[in-house]
């Protein structure tokens, strides 16, 4: 590349394009060679300087040229026909220009430049004459319009007391609503003659008995809020036992914003049930049905707080009776309703209600899903009533009964991995058994052999791995107060495993959890 941005290379079919600085390709049959030795050549002759030149070029510098290149014929000052347009010669690397060419192209600058100045003159002279004319059309505008207004406003001042006297009297605005019918919300309306209600009439009938419950794990600090159902004036509530924490506090709020510090008379967890009791004499009790009735299909509402919104009312069907939905806490199995009205966290321990105005259950749980919605159970009242009475009357279940452990049972890979976790090492491959995390020392079975690590694998003979086949197996067979023999193991690292019989007495429950 020269010192003007032209590019020089390769010949390629004896003709080579070379820039001219000014953005073309300039087409010449000159070949160009890359040979890098240069020589020296006599120099052309000298012409006259142009005006008013600062340096005089008595003697240029040399020309050189590549070596091996074409020996050109400086510019000698010969003129061109008057037709002929002169042509830019084409040099090789660092040749100057002749003098006499340079001159000429000024020449034709400066005239081009003249020629440009008048014509931006003559556009200027015409564009002034232009605005001129513009402005004083505008200006003419301006005065009409200014004499058009001063005109109207004189005659709106002359004629204004006629004009006043021609606007009539302001008029009443009357925005047009309705009413209901006579009579639209009294209460009867909400019945009819067999005495089912509207869903306005069973909210109205019921909403009063559902109370709001705040859950604290401390005097300040707030665990949850849920439901409850009234059972009696006097103050007894019923609701579910996950809503309760047996070492917190607990305060109840009425539909109309009465507060109350609650107690809790018992609670039992394997069926999600559990009362309270605030010191009153005036609440309003909620009438309950007979679940066994329900039918599938049947209009429901549930009454609850979700979301700490309180008396919020949702409406649905009865999906389904007599599921059997079983706890994920306890393991334990309870008969429930069905239905696709709306229940969400804080529903727990609401009514499941008929439109008859009857609960028929209490809101405990949905299934939760990405895949499924519309799926909310309750826990038939046929079904807690008689575990309601027992907790007002003793304040446990009668029956119950303590083991006196904690376990991790084998009913899944991540219980097991669990195990090997805390042993340290792993399992014989067919060995079943459940594990013992923790034994309770007010209990018989702290006297016997068993210790923490160890297993119990069989009671009265039967093998078992998993919570639900120790549950099931000595319910069906023994109660508080009785003796059970079992059979336990201890696994050593090595994979052996030593087992050992014991006899353990069964511990009246009355805690509530199970």
């Known amino acids: 590349m020269d010192e003007t941005g032209n590019n020089f290379g390769t010949p390629t079919d004896g003709q080579q394009n070379v820039s001219d600085g000014k953005g073309s390709d300039i087409n010449t049959d000159i070949p160009i060679y890359e040979s890098h030795q240069e020589t020296e050549v006599n120099p052309p002759p000298q012409n006259t300087a142009p005006p008013n030149q600062s340096q005089q ?23 061109y026909g008057s037709s002929q347009q002169p042509q830019r010669p084409v040099y090789d690397s660092f040749m100057y220009e002749p003098l006499g060419f340079e001159e000429l192209e000024r020449r034709q ?18 564009r002034s004459r232009a605005e001129t004319a513009l402005i004083i059309i505008f200006s003419l505008i ?61 909210s109205e009938l019921v909403r009063p008995s559902i109370v709001k419950i705040y859950t604290y794990s401390d005097p300040t600090t707030l665990a949850g809020t849920g439901s409850g159902i009234v059972l009696s004036e006097d103050g007894y509530i019923v609701t579910n036992a996950h809503v309760l924490l047996s070492t917190g506090t607990h305060t109840v709020e009425t539909v109309d914003g009465e507060q109350y510090s609650a107690k809790i008379i018992g609670r039992d967890a394997k069926t999600d049930i559990a009362v309270i009791k605030v010191n009153s004499t005036d609440l309003t009790p909620a009438t309950f049905g007979d679940s066994d009735e329900t ?101 446990y279940i009668s029956g119950r009964f303590r083991i006196g452990i904690q376990l991790i049972d084998m009913s ?43 297993f119990i694998t069989e009671i009265n003979g039967k093998t078992i791995s998993t919570y639900d086949e120790l549950y099931d197996t000595i319910s069906s067979m023994y109660g508080a107060g009785d003796t059970v023999p079992a059979t336990c193991a201890h696994v050593s690292e090595n994979g052996s495993v030593s087992y050992y019989n014991i006899e353990f007495k069964l511990m009246d429950d009355t805690s509530g959890d199970y």
Not at 427 to 449: H, M, Q, R, V
């Open 295 to 395: 039918i599938v299909g049947e209009s429901v509402i549930a009454i609850g707080n979700p979301a700490d919104l309180s008396s919020t009312v949702t409406n649905g069907i009865v999906s389904a009776v007599s599921r059997k939905i079983k706890s994920a806490s306890t393991g334990f199995e309870m008969d429930c309703i069905q239905t696709n009205a709306d229940i969400s966290p804080g529903n727990s321990g609401g009514a499941l209600v008929n439109m008859y105005g009857q609960v028929i259950g209490i809101t405990s749980s949905k299934y939760v899903s990405s895949s499924f919605e519309g799926l909310g159970f309750a826990i038939t009242v046929n079904e807690a009533l008689p575990v309601i009475e027992e907790l007002i009357n003793n304040g």
């Open 109 to 126: 600058r400066e005239q081009a430049a003249l020629a440009a100045a008048e014509a931006e003159k003559a556009e200027k002279k015409q």
């Open 412 to 454: 899944s890979e991540v219980r097991i991995a669990t195990i090997e976790e805390a042993l340290g090492y792993a399992l014989p491959e067919d060995f079943k058994g459940i594990y013992i995390a923790e034994i309770s020392e007010d209990c018989d079975i702290a006297n016997t052999e068993l210790k923490v690590g160890d």
């Open 57 to 79: 070029f008595s003697s240029p510098p040399p020309i050189q040229q590549h070596q091996g290149g074409f020996n050109r014929q400086p510019y000698n000052g010969t003129s």
């Open 142 to 202: 301006l005065i009409a319009a200014l004499a058009i207004a001063v005109f109207g406003i004189i005659y709106d001042i002359t004629n204004s007391g006629k004009a006043m006297k021609n606007i009539p009297a302001a008029q009443n605005v009357v925005l047009y609503r309705e009413s209901k019918p006579a009579g639209a919300n009294d209460f009867d309306n909400f019945v009819d003659q067999s005495g089912k209600y509207t869903i306005e009439g069973v």
